[in-house]
Each structure stands twice: as C-alpha cells, then as structure tokens.
C-alpha cells in the first residue's frame, strides 16, 4: 500500500529544524550567540546556499507573528516602577544614543547615494543594538549586574522601546497615493483613533475579568489560547486600522504590565516568541544573496567598519559624559557596537513598504550580521588590553545596583499566612513579589495594596518570570502539601541559589519539609499554640519569667523529639511531651505550683 502524502510544510519543517538543531548549538559553542546561529541556519539551507528550501520571502510572513509577539512580551516586561528607577539610563542616556548615532548614520547613508526616506530607516535601524546578542555577552560574563552592565541594559530598553515609533515612521515614509480629500483623511484618522481605544478599553477594562473568570476554571490549555489571543487580537486591530501588528502587540503589553496575569502571560508566549523568532531570522539568513554580497564586498566592508566605529564612539562618549568611568565607557562601547535583531525587523517592513528594494536590503542585513560576528571579536580584545593594564589600574568590581541594590522575596501563596510575611519583609522596606492560583486572593490582596500575580509555583517558566532566579529567599506559603513539594524540588533545580523559608501545614509536613532540606520551615500551628498558651499561663497568674522558661524548655523539647521522630517515625519522642519544666535553681524545690 502507498504511503500518503505528507502534510503540508511537514519536510521544509523537518528541514528547518534540523538547521537549528545544528547551527545553533555550534554558534553558541563559539560564543557567537543564539541569533547568528539561527542566520547562518538560514544561508545553509535557503536559495543562495543549499537550495534547501525555497525563497525566504514566503517564511517571512508568518515568521513575523515572532515580532509581534516580542513586542508584547516588552510591554509586559515595561513596568513603570522599574523604568522610573532606571529613568536617567533609559530615557536620558538611551535616547541620546538612538537619536545621534542615527542621524550620524543617516548622513553617511545620505552621503553614499541613497534617497532621504531609505536613508533615514538605514541610519536609524542600524542605530539599533542586538537585545538577545548583548544580554547573552553579560549573561555569560557574569557582568549584567555590574554598573557598566546595568547602564547597557538601560540602553537595549530604550532600543526596544524606539522600535515602535520607528516602524511608524516607515509606515509614514511608506511611498503611496494615500487618502486624498478631506474626507477621507478625516476617516483614517477616526480609524486610527477607534483602533488605538479599542486596544486601550479592551486591556484597562475587559482582559483582567475574562482571564479572572479564565483562571477560576484550572485549564491552562484555555489560559495559553487566551493569551495569543490578546496579542495577536491587538495586532490585528491595529493592523485593520492600517498601522503595525507590532504597534498592537505593545500596547496591550503595556496596558498588562500591571495585571496580575503578567508572567503567566510571557511564561505561556515565551515558547511561541522564541520558535517564531528563531523562524523570523532563519527566514532574513536564507534571503541573504552570497553573489551580491561578493560584488558588493568594499561597501559592505566599509559599512561594518563605519557602524562599529560610529556607534562605539558615540556610546563610549555619552557614557562618559553622564558619569561612567573609562573602562566602563569602553566595556559598553564594544559590547553594543554590533546592529541588531530589530534592524531586520525594520529592513523587512521597509522592504514591504516600497521603501527599500531587495538588493538594499540584502547589502544591510550583511552588515548587521557581520557586526554581531565581529562583536565577541572586539570583547575579547578588550580584555586583552584590560590584562595588560590590570597591573596599572584597579579592576571595575560587579557593583550591584538598581533592583540588585535590595533583596528581593518571592512570595508563593497569598492567603492569611503569605499576607502576613508579606507585612513583615515590606515593613523593613524589602521589595517583594508575590504569586497565587486562586484569582479571589488576587483581587482581594488588590484591593489590600498589594499587587499579586497569577501564577502555578510549579512552572519553572513562571517562576522564572516572576523573578525566582534573582530572589534572594523565596517564602513558600501555600497550603498544599504536594504541591510545595514539587515547587520546591523545582526550586532546587532550576534556582539553586535562592533560599527556601517554608510554611508547614502540621508535624508531618514539617517532618517532610526538612527532608527535603529546604533552609527554613515553620508550623503555623505550633507557634500560634505557644502564643495561645503563653497568654493563658499569664492569665492563670504565672509569673512572666516563669512563662518565658517553660516557653525556652518546650521548644527545646519538640526540636529534640523532631529530630527522634524523623529516625524513629511519627510516634518517637512521646515522653518528651509530657516531661514538666524543671524551675530554675534560684527558686525552692517545694514552691506552690500556679493555681489551676
């Protein structure tokens, strides 16, 4: 019998894969980064390469769903908190190093021979530096949270945040006849301005309630198809009104940054931004033309020299100018000089705009690659001149600062317990976070103050995305035994440097909690009940000093009989229950007993 036909797209995604699996494994063993992998995947196996697979123009659209979904994640990911702590980097220093090393770039395309509007999304795209590419250099360097680290973060977030009034200029710039009387500009606008409120309306007022009423039913299946639908639903709005997806997508991102969904939102996007992503510059890899780049190589190479140059003086000048040291300075200057992942983004919707031509396009996108290629090149003969002068001057220590500067708690389960904690760590002023499952907690611990997030402790994803990794203590408050079980193995795993102070819900929980070796656990009976009893001795007319000691003697007598218990089982160590308080030698042996 004949075998069927296979699906459709089922070899060129057997293709696709197999690229990735190869190529992007050996980049990063080459220190390269994730991005060039996923390029040089595409150039193996598109038209100019192996002829694979067929023109990368047809992969692009759906590959750009991964733009859109990026930029909703950096919506989420825009907390206002966090951006008025790092204003001065972000708003300050990031905004004059886009606006100047764009216009500088700008005439120097002007100068080379392109028209004003090419020109102009030329300079400004590759003003951009690469995100993923500069965070996976700190990352593996250990320095994200030195001071040079944290003021290149700074950066990479006004960048990504400039990629959206950029894909508006192209949108603007865009060659077209456009609407011509009155009337017709008066209903685009009105278009525009319904789809921008429609966007706003639906994520102030409509998405909190539905994933509210999503969350109470315990199906994450519903959860993620929700989520896509927030995202790519707000793309689609915008894109009907003639604006990007992107635009969209980042705008719902932000109007969700404060919702109490916001990191099951990117834990269950997460997967699909990166698979799209990685298809995203598979696709801009394969539309790379080897023959044109050949017979372009002076002016590509000119470009790579120019990019690196410019850009690294501009950072390493501003940097210096708003307070960095030199070495600082010169660390941010050669980690950002490379083009990035969003100048593809805007070169492809130049390119679908008429703006740009596919040999214009082509000839950049050589560019951006052979600057993130040249940028590990570049660190690491930095350090070689740091070795050399190490003797001279003093290493730049990590400084920890921003949210480094306070330690941060993660807070699992918001019921009495957690709200309580929660009290306590805010009163010395420590910043916390906090997760539940169970959406009337959330919306009542809201109403309290607090802001409290969805989200499954057992999901490494979330956790992650809730700040697990930076946590400094996680405090486990959550009343199911099985559950605090399998976060904390979890925990243990994937976040080992973060202590675990636990909640135990009775002796035996205790029992398995300290089998487990979390750092710290607590029964939330027993230390209620010392309370309890301590107030009724008092009462009873026993004198305080008297209280105290029984209190010291009992606590010592159940660490003694936990400690027998978990070698000898529950019932080990019963006698010590019943043992009386021996008073203190100051006092006579035959002193009346309290009254009873």
């Not at 220093?93 to 700008?106: K, M, N, R």
Request: charged share 15%; net charge negative; hydrophobic share 50%.
């Amino acid at each position: 019998m004949a075998a069927e036909s296979a699906p459709p797209l089922f070899a060129e995604a057997i293709i696709f894969l197999s690229a990735t699996v190869v190529a992007v494994p050996i980049a990063k063993r080459l220190g390269l980064g994730s991005v060039v992998g996923y390029l040089a995947a595409g150039a193996a196996i598109g038209p100019h390469g192996l002829q694979l697979l067929g023109s990368g123009e047809d992969v692009l659209h759906v590959a750009e769903l991964g733009v859109v979904l990026l930029l909703f994640v950096i919506g989420l990911e825009l907390d206002p908190q966090k951006l008025w702590r790092m204003k001065r980097d972000i708003f300050g220093l990031g905004t004059a190093q886009v606006v100047l090393t764009g216009f500088c770039l700008f005439a120097v395309a002007t100068l080379s021979g392109m028209g004003q509007s090419a020109a102009l999304v030329a300079g400004f795209g590759l003003a951009l530096s690469s995100t993923a590419f500069a965070l996976q250099i700190l990352q593996e360097r250990g320095q994200l949270s030195s001071d040079y680290g944290q003021r290149a973060f700074g950066i990479l977030l006004l960048q990504d945040i400039a990629i959206v009034p950029l894909l508006a200029m192209v949108a603007i710039l865009a060659p077209g006849e456009g609407p011509s009387t009155t009337a017709e500009i008066f209903r685009e606008v009105m278009m525009v301005l319904s789809a921008v409120a429609a966007v706003i309306l639906a994520g102030r007022y409509l998405i909190s309630p539905v994933f509210l009423m999503l969350a109470a039913t315990r199906a994450r299946e519903v959860m993620l198809s929700a989520a896509l639908l927030v995202a790519l639903g707000s793309a689609g709005i915008m894109h009907t009104a003639g604006l990007s997806m992107a635009l969209g997508a980042f705008l719902a991102g932000v109007l969700l940054a404060e919702s109490s969904f916001r990191h099951t939102l990117e834990a269950d996007i997460e997967p699909f931004r990166s698979l799209l992503m990685g298809l995203f510059f598979v696709a801009v890899g394969m539309s790379l033309n080897f023959s044109l780049v050949m017979a372009n190589w002076l002016y590509i190479a000119a470009g790579v020299i120019l990019v690196m140059f410019i850009k690294g003086v501009f950072l390493w000048g501003l940097s210096r100018s708003t307070g960095s040291s030199n070495s600082d300075a010169m660390r941010i200057a050669v980690t950002l000089p490379q083009g990035g992942e969003f100048a593809f983004v805007l070169f492809t919707a130049a390119v679908s705009t008429g703006i740009f031509n596919y040999e214009t396009v082509n000839l950049l996108n050589a560019i951006v690659i052979l600057t993130m290629l040249l940028t590990p090149v570049a660190c690491l003969g930095l350090d070689m001149l740091a070795t050399r002068a190490k003797a001279r001057g003093v290493e730049n220590p990590s400084i920890e600062t921003f949210e480094e500067a306070t330690p941060t708690v993660l807070v699992v389960g918001f019921g009495r317990f957690g709200l309580v904690v929660a009290q306590i760590l805010t009163s010395e002023g420590l910043e916390i976070t906090a997760i539940d499952n169970r959406p009337d907690r959330i919306a009542y611990a809201r109403k309290q103050g607090y802001k409290v997030y969805y989200g499954d402790a057992t999901r490494a994803d979330v956790m992650e995305a809730a700040g697990a990794k930076k946590a400094a203590l996680i405090a486990m408050c959550i009343e199911n035994d099985k559950v605090m079980a399998k976060a904390i193995n979890m925990i243990r795993g994937d976040f080992p440097s973060s202590l675990i102070f636990c909640r135990a819900t009775d002796r035996a929980h205790a029992m398995d909690l300290t089998k487990l070796g979390v750092d710290f656990q607590i029964r939330e009976t027993f230390e209620s009940s010392v309370v309890f009893g301590r107030a009724a001795l008092e009462a009873l007319g026993t004198p305080l000093d008297r209280i105290d000691q029984i209190e010291e003697d009992v606590r010592s007598r159940d660490e003694e009989r936990l400690a027998e218990q978990l070698s000898g089982g529950m019932y080990a160590g019963a006698d010590k229950l019943h043992q009386v308080t021996p008073r203190s030698a100051a006092k006579p042996d035959n002193q009346d007993a309290p009254a009873q």
